[in-house]
């Protein structure tokens, strides 16, 4: 069973930056495209970021471009977003998203199958 744990969030002021970890068990995330997605408070589930199995392609959504990274260290089974420059926009519940090889670019939650159980992220004025 393919489980993943979300940890690094926080809360921080604006122009600072965080470091979020998704790290799996039960697998090895090398087969793996990994995404990031976020849900504020009476919005909907939004992609953030993603990573593909094979060679590392990446994408982002327009609004992080620039400021946020994401990555991949195979051998500690965990994917980063390295997340600068925040904003309090970028405040929310962010979620770790896996699914098996997958394609590129995965933007929709419904093309993962694994989900965390989040982390707050809370960036203040």
């Known amino acids: 069973q393919v489980q993943l744990v979300e940890s690094g969030g926080g809360l921080v002021q604006a122009g600072g930056s965080l470091r979020l970890f998704c790290t799996a068990s039960?697998?090895?995330?090398?087969?793996?495209?990994v995404g990031w997605f976020r849900q504020a408070p009476g919005k909907e589930r939004e992609f953030v970021a993603t990573?593909?199995?094979?060679?590392?392609?990446?994408a982002f959504e327009d609004s992080v471009k620039g400021r946020f990274t994401i990555s991949r260290d195979n051998a500690k089974n965990t994917v980063y977003l390295q997340m600068n420059s925040l904003k309090p926009e970028d405040t929310a519940v962010y979620y770790c998203?896996?699914?098996?090889?997958?394609?590129?670019?995965?933007?929709?939650?419904?093309?993962?199958?694994?989900w965390g159980q989040g982390t707050q992220v809370t960036v203040s004025s």
């Open positions: 998203a896996a699914v098996r090889w997958g394609s590129f670019p995965s933007t929709r939650a419904p093309q993962y199958d694994y």
């Open positions: 039960g697998t090895t995330l090398n087969r793996y495209t």
């Open positions: 990573i593909y199995w094979s060679g590392g392609s990446t």
